[in-house]
């Protein structure tokens, strides 16, 4: 009697929870329709158990270290481009480099982003990520050019510096640090800055907490009643919205506004209307909290595991380092991007690290592929950029982080794709890149450490596990220049 109790509760718990994953990743606005699909030019593959697809092997694989295990199975079975039924909806996933980069390379008029619905909500319908045509080309336009202009670039390097070296100042030798969370913080001010000019103080940490809860419900279940997660997230973004149009106000009423200095007033100058310039404000804080801290955290964590490429780029930092302190002259952002061996670091951490794992498009019409395939209109399409990061037939030994790999190899083909590509290639490239430089070489000409335990996490977002401990050791300004380590040669990488 009691086993059979338990097989009914067990069914019972099944199925809630497949209606659940049904109504989370099958939202109204994002679901790709599955129109009807001539079978013989669709890819091969599999459309998995009703309702939920092939949702729960894609998601307890994207749990593991090694979450690319369900496309490289479907790979060798079907081709590296195959039909699935993944996030409620019937899909065409591409981990095919030229498939991919065609797909990127679409206009509005043949595919369109396509996100879970918790996201579409708390985005908000003017966001970047979720308009089309020609608004999305005039926003991406004026954030583009303003982010990779020198005089930004000038000051991001003025900020960053600032605030890393406040947060090194109180770096304790006997006390543990996390990098992630030390990251996170300078990497928020420095965008927030940039964007509406708002300075550390009171304000910066009110809409840093609320981010925080914001940011938490972006893959949240889509059921927005008090208490739930995407309740409190939307309520979080209310609390932002009102603070940013207090600040976009005060920058109307501000007479001596007349070169944009952020890009609030950038935009202001381009007369886009006011919610578009709020809820843009608050998407584009994501890279500050997320994708930029991540990308350092996870260079710092490779670099610990390969004393080889450490050696080399302190090697390469200390003497920029050295020549400055002789000349006296300030570090400038040409400084940092110029260290040859530092950017192919960063480089490899963004191959290797997989920040974005992929994105996803949605077909307007039935769009032809390579191999005579068609995506058919309504389908969604992902667009998986791990699988090309770590395809042996693109990189030797795929999973090793190499750096001097990129020695005699350009970052411009489409087998390279961690910013994206086509008309929503990421407009802040430069200045991630910037950013991670700046950290990496002030960390390693100041501090030895070593790394505790740690593990990296990819689902639902990338980031470390304990958020990166190290413990550091402070180099004396009068001590030369030496590692420990002589380990010169590239395979003393930990796997
Ligand atoms: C390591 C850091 C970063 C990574 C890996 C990254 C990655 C990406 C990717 C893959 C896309 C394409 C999305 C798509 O095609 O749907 C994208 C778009 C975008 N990124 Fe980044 N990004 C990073 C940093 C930044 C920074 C620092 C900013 C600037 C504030 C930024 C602003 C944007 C914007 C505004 C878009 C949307 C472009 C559009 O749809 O027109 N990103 N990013």
């Given at each position: 009697?009691?086993?059979s109790w338990?097989?009914?509760?067990?069914?019972?718990?099944?199925l809630?929870f497949?209606?659940?994953?049904?109504r989370?990743?099958?939202?109204?606005?994002?679901?790709?329709?599955?129109?009807?699909?001539?079978e013989?030019?669709?890819p091969?593959?599999?459309?998995?158990?009703?309702?939920?697809?092939?949702?729960?092997?894609?998601?307890?694989?994207?749990?593991?270290?090694?979450?690319?295990?369900f496309?490289?199975?479907?790979?060798?079975?079907?081709?590296?481009?195959?039909?699935?039924?993944?996030?409620?909806?019937?899909?065409?996933?591409?981990?095919?480099?030229?498939?991919?980069?065609?797909?990127?390379?679409?206009?509005?008029?043949?595919?369109?982003?396509?996100?879970?619905?918790?996201?579409?909500?708390?985005m908000?319908?003017?966001?970047?990520?979720?308009?089309?045509?020609?608004?999305?080309?005039?926003?991406?336009?004026?954030?583009?050019?303003?982010?990779?202009?020198?005089?930004?670039?000038a000051?991001?390097?003025?900020?960053?510096?600032?605030?890393?070296?406040?947060?090194?100042?109180?770096?304790?030798e006997?006390?543990?640090?996390?990098?992630?969370?030390?990251?996170?913080?300078?990497?928020?001010?420095?965008?927030?800055?940039?964007l509406?000019?708002?300075?550390?103080?009171?304000?910066m940490?009110?809409?840093?907490?609320?981010?925080?809860?914001?940011?938490?419900?972006?893959?949240?279940?889509?059921?927005n009643?008090?208490?739930?997660?995407?309740?409190?997230?939307?309520?979080?973004?209310?609390?932002m919205?009102?603070?940013?149009?207090?600040?976009?106000?005060?920058?109307?009423?501000?007479?001596?506004?007349k070169?944009?200095?952020?890009?609030?007033?950038?935009?202001?100058?381009?007369?886009?209307?006011?919610?578009?310039?709020?809820?843009?404000?608050i998407?584009?804080?994501?890279?500050g909290?997320?994708?930029?801290?991540?990308?350092?955290?996870?260079?710092?964590?490779?670099?610990?595991?390969?004393?080889?490429?450490?050696?080399?780029?302190?090697?390469?930092?200390?003497?920029?380092?050295?020549?400055?302190?002789q000349?006296?002259e300030?570090?400038?952002w040409s400084?940092?991007l110029?260290?040859?061996?530092?950017?192919?670091?960063?480089?490899?951490?963004?191959?290797?690290?997989?920040?974005?794992?992929?994105?996803?498009?949605?077909?307007?019409k039935?769009?032809?592929?390579?191999?005579?395939?068609?995506?058919?209109?309504?389908?969604?399409?992902?667009?998986?950029?791990?699988?090309?990061?770590?395809?042996?037939?693109?990189?030797?030994?795929?999973?090793?982080?190499?750096?001097?790999?990129?020695?005699?190899?350009?970052?411009?083909?489409c087998s390279?794709?961690?910013?994206?590509?086509?008309?929503?290639?990421?407009?802040?490239?430069?200045?991630?890149?910037?950013?991670?430089?700046?950290?990496?070489?002030?960390?390693?000409?100041?501090f030895?450490w070593?790394?505790?335990?740690?593990?990296?996490?990819?689902?639902?977002?990338?980031?470390?596990?304990?958020?990166?401990?190290?413990?550091?050791?402070?180099?004396?300004?009068?001590?030369?220049?030496?590692?420990?380590?002589?380990?010169?040669s590239?395979?003393?990488?930990?796997?």
């Open positions: 009697m009691e086993g338990t097989m009914v509760a067990t069914a019972i718990l099944f809630s497949l209606l659940v994953l049904f989370f990743f099958g939202s109204s606005r994002r679901k790709c329709s599955g129109g009807r699909a001539n013989t030019s669709l091969l593959g599999a459309q998995g158990w009703p309702l939920v697809g092939e949702t729960l092997e894609f998601i307890s694989c994207a749990y593991t270290d090694q979450p690319e295990t496309m490289d199975k479907r790979r060798r079975m079907y081709g590296k481009v195959f039909k699935s039924h993944i996030f409620g909806s019937p899909t065409i996933v591409s981990t095919d480099e030229e498939v991919s980069r065609s797909i990127l390379q679409g206009d509005s008029n043949t595919f369109v982003p396509s996100y879970p619905k918790s996201l579409t909500i708390l908000g319908e003017s966001s970047i990520l979720l308009i089309n045509g020609y608004l999305q080309r005039r926003i991406h336009g004026l954030i583009g050019s303003f982010l990779k202009s020198p005089n930004l670039k000051q991001i390097t003025r900020e960053m510096q600032k605030f890393v070296q406040e947060s090194m100042e109180s770096w304790d006997d006390r543990l640090i996390y990098i992630q969370d030390e990251t996170k913080k300078i990497a928020f001010q420095v965008l927030v800055k940039a509406i000019s708002l300075d550390p103080g009171e304000e940490e009110f809409l840093r907490k609320q981010f925080q809860e914001f940011i938490a419900g972006l893959m949240s279940l889509p059921i009643l008090p208490g739930t997660r995407l309740y409190k997230s939307l309520q979080a973004k209310k609390k919205v009102k603070l940013v149009q207090k600040i976009i106000e005060a920058k109307k009423k501000d007479e001596s506004c070169v944009p200095k952020d890009v609030a007033e950038l935009l202001l100058s381009e007369n886009v209307a006011d919610e578009i310039i709020s809820d843009n404000m998407d584009l804080m994501i890279p909290e997320d994708s930029v801290p991540v990308l350092i955290t996870l260079a710092i964590k490779y670099l610990s595991d390969c004393p080889a490429a450490l050696q080399q780029l302190s090697e390469e930092n200390m003497k920029l380092k050295n020549r400055k302190d000349t006296g300030e570090l400038i400084d940092y110029s260290l040859p061996f530092t950017q192919t670091v960063i480089t490899e951490t963004l191959r290797l690290g997989n920040i974005i794992n992929g994105v996803m498009r949605k077909a307007m039935d769009v032809q592929i390579k191999g005579g395939y068609v995506i058919p209109k309504g389908w969604c399409v992902f667009t998986y950029f791990r699988s090309v990061h770590l395809d042996e037939n693109l990189y030797d030994s795929p999973h090793k982080f190499n750096p001097w790999r990129w020695q005699d190899r350009d970052t411009s083909g390279f794709t961690p910013f994206g590509g086509g008309q929503r290639l990421c407009p802040g490239l430069d200045l991630a890149r910037l950013e991670a430089s700046i950290f990496i070489h002030h960390f390693v000409t100041q030895k070593t790394a505790e335990d740690d593990s990296i996490v990819n689902f639902p977002t990338v980031r470390m596990k304990n958020k990166m401990p190290v413990r550091v050791k402070r180099r004396s300004s009068q001590q030369a220049f030496s590692l420990e380590s002589k380990l010169n590239e395979g003393s990488c930990k796997q």
